[in-house]
């Protein structure tokens, strides 16, 4: 049996792994590492994005509150915001919203025009839609304007003016400054499009 | 044919690299456990996170206000409360709180003064008075020195604040309530089972039985949030800090948060925070209210509130049942005998059983 005894020799012989073995383990073994460090890189990344973005709400919801305490107070109001470990900027826009008559009402509203009353106001609303954008300054890894992958938090709110009695300390403010009142009343007619300030 | 065993090499080899593989499989299983276990941990925390925001946004938006200011009336220029001024007083109690009202400084002689010479008609402020109010919590603590041996940290102002509020609905909707009460018996459980901890747990147990009646048929509630020491338990997951309890009068206290190691309340009036403020009518009100927690993971928590209000009669507790009538004069209550009270007797037990240290 020589041949088979030979053929055990070379089994023998063949002992460790092979030049091509080995790169395709450490291939795979690589790609399983790169796979992991990606996975927990992506956690981390979303916590952090998480994070920022509670903060931004928090800033948000921060500074319509202080503009429905006093509406003169973000006009000086730093367009970077440090708020826990990060700073975020802001931009605010607000629109006079109109009425959209019914047709029983517009027909009325015609019949008013008709007959001599011109009342262009008679829709003219007391709302005011305020939206304030927040979101991670470039300081903190954001960017100085929202752009996509910035973690930003926009929130929306709409306000009666003629609700003097929101918050006792908004009272005090107005009745401290009541060029506030007339101010708003002459915005009011002068400019339903809306104003903004832009923290970019 | 004579078949080959293996030989001693081979068996040794099988097992090193049998209890490699198991050592591994282990390895990761334990893994797989521990990163389980932090989050579930992390979930708990958030839930908790945002429990405390829903508590406190409840809190501060449904205030139930008096319809007029306390007849002691407040100097104009001096609303709020200097920090030093509560400071300087030596309990940090609630009197610096009602001083707002005119008598700032609390030190004993002007106390004394006004005490003797006001006559009876003009009675200052009493805790009770007020709808909304900030101070110190008027307790017994040890000096903040003190304080590092004998409490888990704390890293907040010193003595921890306390907030007392007549809500016009409950600041933590019942079905959680339900829950949280029953993580409370839970954790009592546990603690009753290790006697290390018998001091602490006496004081959540006197939280728990500070009243027994149902509060279903009142429209407003008086209450307050305040800080006691963690009993340390493993249901948590956490190391021992402070819980903040909401301890309403007439009903069960209920724990909101746990693992706390500082806590600020503030509110926003005449351009600035202040630590220290007392309410009692609408408007009175300060723009908004601000909440900070700093937990003992890290978390660090920094929520600012719209107060929100209604005008209204603060509901009275029930009446004690005959037989029972002037047990609220001897001071003596505990709560766990019947539970009942009238307002002044239920703001006091507030004040002292919570702590269960008298």
């Given at each position: ?200 | ?214 509060s279903d048929d009142l429209d407003g509630i008086r209450g307050s949030f305040m800080v006691e020491p963690d009993v340390p338990t493993d249901t948590i997951g956490q190391d021992a800090g402070w819980s903040l309890w909401w301890v309403p009068i007439e009903a069960e206290p209920v724990r909101v948060a746990s693992g706390i190691v500082g806590l600020t309340w503030a509110v926003f009036i005449d351009g600035e925070f202040t630590r220290e403020y007392a309410a009692s009518a609408a408007e009175e009100l300060p723009a908004f209210a601000l909440t900070e927690l700093t937990f003992i993971d890290g978390r660090e928590l920094s929520y600012v509130y719209e107060i929100g209000w209604t005008v209204g009669i603060e509901p009275e507790p029930p009446a ?39």
């Amino acid at each position: 049996m020589p041949g088979l005894r030979r053929q055990r020799g070379l089994r023998r012989a063949r002992g460790g792994f092979s030049f091509l073995e080995t790169i395709l383990a450490s291939l795979l073994l690589a790609l399983v590492a790169a796979a992991m460090a990606s996975a927990i890189g992506f956690a981390n990344n979303m916590q952090r994005r998480q994070d920022a973005r509670l903060g931004a709400a928090e800033v948000a919801n921060r500074l319509i509150l202080e503009y429905l305490l006093d509406k003169r107070i973000l006009a000086d109001k730093p367009l970077k915001v440090p708020f826990g470990d990060d700073t975020y900027r802001w931009e605010i826009s607000r629109v006079q919203l109109g009425l959209q008559p019914s047709v029983r009402v517009a027909e009325g509203i015609k019949e008013l025009r008709s007959s001599g009353n011109q009342q262009d106001d008679l829709l003219q609303s007391q709302l005011e839609r305020v939206t304030v954008s927040v979101w991670l300054s470039e300081d903190s890894g954001g960017a100085m304007t929202p752009e996509e992958g910035t973690p930003v938090v926009t929130l929306t709110r709409l306000v009666n003016n003629t609700n003097w009695n929101r918050n006792p300390q908004g009272l005090k403010v107005i009745a401290d400054n009541p060029e506030i009142v007339i101010q708003q009343m002459f915005n009011q007619n002068r400019d339903t499009l809306g104003t903004s300030r832009s923290g970019n | 044919m004579r078949r080959r065993g293996f030989t001693l090499l081979e068996i040794l080899l099988a097992a090193a690299l049998g209890s490699l593989v198991l050592v591994a499989a282990m390895g990761v299983l334990f893994a797989i456990s521990r990163a389980d276990q932090a989050l579930q941990t992390r979930v708990a925390a958030s839930n908790e996170t945002a429990r405390v925001q829903r508590t406190m946004q409840r809190t501060f938006t449904t205030l139930l206000m008096a319809t007029g200011s306390i007849p002691d009336e407040p100097e104009a220029e001096d609303d709020a409360v200097d920090d030093d001024d509560i400071e300087d007083s030596d309990d940090g109690s609630l009197a610096a709180v009602g001083s707002r009202d005119g008598d700032a400084e609390t030190d004993d002689d002007e106390a004394d003064e006004s005490d003797e010479g006001e006559g009876d008609d003009e009675l200052p402020p009493e805790p009770a008075d007020f709808r909304l109010l900030i101070a110190s919590d008027p307790r017994e603590w040890p000096s903040e020195l003190a304080m590092a041996s004998e409490l888990p940290m704390w890293t907040g102002p010193w003595p921890p604040q306390r907030l007392t509020v007549v809500l016009s609905s409950e600041p933590i909707p019942q079905p959680l309530q339900r829950d949280l009460l029953a993580e409370a018996e839970e954790i009592l459980e546990d603690a009753e089972d290790d006697d290390g901890d018998e001091e602490r747990s006496l004081w959540v147990d006197e939280l728990i039985s500070l009243a027994d009646w149902d509060s279903d048929d009142l429209d407003g509630i008086r209450g307050s949030f305040m800080v006691e020491p963690d009993v340390p338990t493993d249901t948590i997951g956490q190391d021992a800090g402070w819980s903040l309890w909401w301890v309403p009068i007439e009903a069960e206290p209920v724990r909101v948060a746990s693992g706390i190691v500082g806590l600020t309340w503030a509110v926003f009036i005449d351009g600035e925070f202040t630590r220290e403020y007392a309410a009692s009518a609408a408007e009175e009100l300060p723009a908004f209210a601000l909440t900070e927690l700093t937990f003992i993971d890290g978390r660090e928590l920094s929520y600012v509130y719209e107060i929100g209000w209604t005008v209204g009669i603060e509901p009275e507790p029930p009446a004690a049942p005959e037989g029972e009538e002037g047990e609220g004069d001897d001071g003596d209550e505990s709560g766990d005998d019947g539970g009942v009270l009238d307002a002044e007797a239920g703001a006091e037990l507030l004040q002292q059983a919570a702590g269960g240290r008298e």
